[in-house]
């Protein structure tokens, strides 16, 4: 692919970026083509400063269209390639607006995927200093996400979701939430034997009832509309049988051989 057709097409995408179209999706794979062809995917060597601009621009694009598009697996790749131009070219580069929004992005994935050790090590390695970090709204947000996590202090994370610096940060603070409320609904099964509808709604930090109806479902609650309560359902205690007979017989056995050795 030539040089001024990658250019046309990189053109084509922020429009349709800009535009939130699906037609990122497509363009960003003939993109992706482009630039292995033109060995700006995974640059090594010296390179145009601007091809090398056009190519971090394409895959930070790219990395925040897959959290749009709810696809895990694409932003890791996005964010593997984004790192030659985020350490290898950061010297060469003019620095960019969407660098720590997606890494910001990463922390937060770490955090949903329960990889709190790769948390630490990736915040470390930021070319930021720690006194820094909390200047910085996009990655002192996933900072106090795992401090809120660790704490317990589940309703913090649930009001960050409103102030998430940038849109795509809610899907990651979503699926911190799902995971946050099946840890509470184990709780709740444990402690009680039921709830009003208002408080288990509040408890488990759902916006209306219908979300409310379809999570008890799932877990196998029984809901009472008229009573406005909901019952959990609890495993009966596994009662194990005693070989009371075999017990016996044992111990008979072993006091008949303690007589003959005595």
Request: net charge negative; with cysteine.
């Amino acid at each position: 692919m030539a040089h001024n057709q990658l250019k046309s097409l990189y053109t084509d995408l922020k429009r349709s970026f800009d535009a939130n179209s699906p037609k990122c999706t497509p363009a960003l794979a003939q993109l992706k083509i482009g630039l292995i062809e033109n060995g700006l995917l995974t640059p090594q060597g010296e390179h145009n400063v601007d091809d090398l601009v056009v190519a971090r621009d394409i895959l930070e694009i790219g990395a925040i269209w897959s959290i749009r598009a709810r696809d895990v697996p694409s932003f890791d790749r996005y964010f593997s390639q984004l790192q030659t131009f985020y350490t290898d070219y950061s010297s060469v580069l003019p620095p960019s607006k969407n660098e720590y929004p997606i890494r910001g992005l990463n922390l937060i994935r770490l955090l949903t995927q329960n990889r709190i050790a790769d948390f630490h090590t990736t915040l470390e390695s930021l070319p930021i200093p720690a006194d820094a970090i909390a200047e910085n709204p996009y990655i002192s947000h996933p900072v106090n996400l795992e401090q809120w996590l660790m704490e317990g202090s589940y309703s913090k994370v649930w009001n960050a979701r409103e102030r998430a610096p940038v849109e795509e940060y809610k899907f990651f603070v979503d699926s911190l939430m799902g995971t946050i409320r099946n840890e509470i609904a184990s709780c709740e099964e444990a402690a009680y034997e039921s709830l009003p509808l208002k408080d288990a709604l509040t408890l488990l930090f759902f916006s209306n009832q219908s979300e409310l109806l379809k999570f008890a479902q799932e877990r196998g609650w029984r809901v009472d509309l008229s009573g406005q309560t909901i019952t959990f359902t609890k495993k009966g205690e596994e009662q194990a049988e005693i070989p009371k007979q075999k017990l016996i017989s044992s111990s008979l056995a072993y006091a008949r051989e303690l007589e003959r050795i005595v």
